[in-house]
């Protein structure tokens, strides 16, 4: 899990939903990722209700199928009858995502509740887990209910590190490796159970349940009283410093103060990113009684700081408030408003509430009113004097309109950076020359008769540029404090956790060049916050090209592939890997008579296979060096 964002975008698109029996208030936070990749199910029916978190990574399209076709069969069969049932249905649904062939995976937790048999008795839960989200169980009084799981959770991290999750791993095929003190899947996924991740799924078998990643779910089956509540956390909630009682009594304070399990949702994301979480934030409570919810859907607006016109920064605050239902020129007027009262509210010193309290993030530790006061009116100045007189009426379309033209304006600050900003050598006090070429480190095909589709350009990466997976921002800002050479910026938290190539080394100072492809940027990092990645394909690995609609899906998404109708031919056929660029994720695949090409493809639409004659790099002529 890498960051990715100059600042958090803290914005809470707020969900509730009343019934007969249950009262379910759901909120989610980006926070300081690039994106947010998490989804979530509420579904109530007439004998109980599913409730689930599903915490995405690599992209969200894993996370929004699961639950996308989860809901559907939930309204077509009704709650699954049993845990036998519940897990074919994971298979079933894992199965159908991996014949997609789209990238990425998510884990996901779940609970079916089951209504008393007689009035004022016990409900029954059956919960379940795929992965590293949790599901917490807390009383009135802000006791948490303690279970067998991590951290007092119902439920159990599936992880790596476990034994018996590491001996499941090594017996399916797969290996597990510590990186930097994080057990991995074949050194690279930091969860062992999951939806989708298909590369995790190539060796074991044949079985759903005998690979080294699986979405076979844990199950544990329990009751509660009818006083009690639910809280669905994705990870993002407990990585940071905060333990599971705490949110429980979090969430306890906020529903006796309210009784509304939004507004706790809320408070819980808000505390999360407090205590230093740096990943997608996700908090559903469920509270096992019935009643209606008003607003049903809200959007909870974050600061906007400076960064508006920063891009990284706005396409994800824009990304929130279309999860809500909101343009981003809606949000910001909505943004200005709620900070110009919730100023002034803190310098008369009156109490807003509880919603607007959240709002507010500061790096500063237990940041003072004079602190709040600061910054408030930092985030105000951008606009200047605001929005004229003429235009009081909040929310109206001409009002709107000013704000949509002071985005506009704030996107052609952006446009106008300087590309250079995001090229972090400069990082480095002992730099290289100006005039060094980096895309002459790669070399340039010369006579080769063969074509080379999509990186028209590249040819297989020499000897010395390689894959690496950056540390953890806990890691890597020390050792790049400690260095005498690095200089730390900001910028470097959206490589923390990411994938990218070594692309030039100073053995001298013990540092290392490094290109980002996603990211639009290259730095320099020590040596000691960078970890080998290992290559899923060997030189010379037959490999078979997947169906024409998932290859050219993964191409057009691919940021430095580019669609071309030769590849028609290929999609089906079997090859032979040359190479491969684990740092954008692409393969140079050799595919002999009758094709007679040699294409980069995206690593995810290839799967390893026999080959009754396999090829020799002689069957097309190669280029010399």
């Known amino acids: 899990m890498g960051t990715g964002l100059p600042k958090p975008v803290t914005s809470l698109p707020v969900t509730r939903q009343g019934g007969r029996y249950f009262k379910v208030g759901m909120a989610e936070m980006n926070g300081w990722r690039p994106k947010m990749e998490d989804a979530h199910i509420i579904h109530m029916a007439d004998n109980g209700g599913f409730f689930g978190v599903f915490d995405g990574h690599g ?65 029954s839960l059956r919960i379940g887990n795929v992965g590293d989200s949790r599901v917490l169980l807390g009383k009135a009084d802000g006791q948490m209910v303690e279970g067998p799981g991590s951290d007092g959770a119902m439920t159990t991290d599936h992880k790596p590190s476990d034994p018996g999750e590491t001996e499941r791993i090594i017996r399916t095929g797969g290996h597990v490796q510590i990186i930097k003190n994080v057990a991995r899947v074949n050194g690279d996924l930091a969860v062992s159970r999951a939806f989708g991740d298909r590369s995790y799924k190539q060796t074991g078998g044949p079985g759903h349940a005998d690979h080294p990643v699986t979405a076979e779910p844990e199950f544990l089956t329990t009751e509660c009283d009818p006083t009690d509540f639910l809280v669905l956390v994705c990870d993002g909630i407990s990585e940071g410093s905060f333990p599971n009682r705490e949110v429980i009594e979090l969430a306890a304070e906020s529903l006796r103060q309210h009784g509304d399990p939004g507004i706790a949702s809320a408070a819980i994301c808000r505390r999360a990113l407090d205590r230093k979480s740096m990943d997608n934030l996700t908090c559903m409570v469920v509270m096992l009684s019935g009643g209606e919810l008003e607003p049903e859907e809200e959007l909870l607006p974050g600061q906007f700081w400076d960064c508006l016109s920063h891009k990284r920064f706005k396409e994800p605050y824009a990304a929130m408030a279309q999860r809500a239902g909101h343009s981003l020129a809606q949000v910001v007027e909505k943004r200005f408003d709620l900070a110009t009262k919730e100023l002034r509210a803190l310098e008369e010193q009156e109490d807003l509430g509880p919603q ?43 009002r709107t309109e000013w704000f949509e033209a002071f985005v506009q304006s704030a996107s052609v600050c952006a446009d106008a950076m300087d590309p250079t900003d995001d090229f972090l050598g400069l990082t480095k006090r002992t730099v290289l020359p100006s005039d060094v070429d980096f895309s002459s480190m790669t070399p340039q095909l010369d006579g080769d008769d063969s074509p080379v589709l999509g990186k028209e350009s590249q040819h297989p990466a020499s000897d010395s540029v390689h894959a690496v997976r950056v540390a953890e921002l806990e890691v890597v800002r020390p050792a790049v404090d400690a260095h005498e050479n690095l200089e730390w910026n900001d910028k470097l938290l959206e490589v923390c956790g990411v994938v990218g190539q070594v692309v030039q080394e100073d053995s001298q100072d013990r540092t290392s060049l490094v290109r980002f492809i996603d990211q639009d940027l290259e730095a320099w990092l020590p040596v000691e916050t960078l970890s080998p990645i290992t290559a899923p394909f060997p030189l010379g690995t037959p490999v078979r090209v997947a169906s024409l609609e998932a290859v050219r899906q993964a191409v057009e998404a691919h940021k430095l592939l580019t669609w071309h109708d030769k590849l028609e031919s290929l999609c089906e056929a079997v090859g032979t890997v040359e190479t491969e660029d684990s740092g954008d994720g692409t393969t140079y695949v050799l595919f002999g008579p009758p094709h007679e090409l040699r294409a980069w493809l995206p690593t995810e639409s290839l799967t390893q296979c026999d080959m009754e004659a396999p090829m020799t790099v002689n069957e097309v002529p190669v280029p010399v060096e």
């Open 59 to 123: 992209g969200d399209d894993c996370s929004r199928f699961i639950t996308e076709r989860m809901k559907e069969e939930l309204v077509a069969k009704g709650l699954p009858a049993n845990d036998e049932i519940m897990r074919e249905l994971a298979f079933s649904l894992d199965q159908e995502f991996l014949d997609t062939m789209r990238p990425s995976g998510t884990t996901g937790t779940f609970v079916i509740v089951e209504l008393p048999q007689v009035d004022g008795g016990k409900h």
């Open 356 to 398: 607007e309290c959240w709002l507010y993030f500061s790096e500063t530790e237990n940041p003072t009113r004079e602190d709040k006061i600061q910054v408030l009116r930092e985030e105000l100045a951008m606009f200047v004097e605001g929005p004229p007189a003429s235009l009081a009426v909040e929310g109206s379309a001409a």
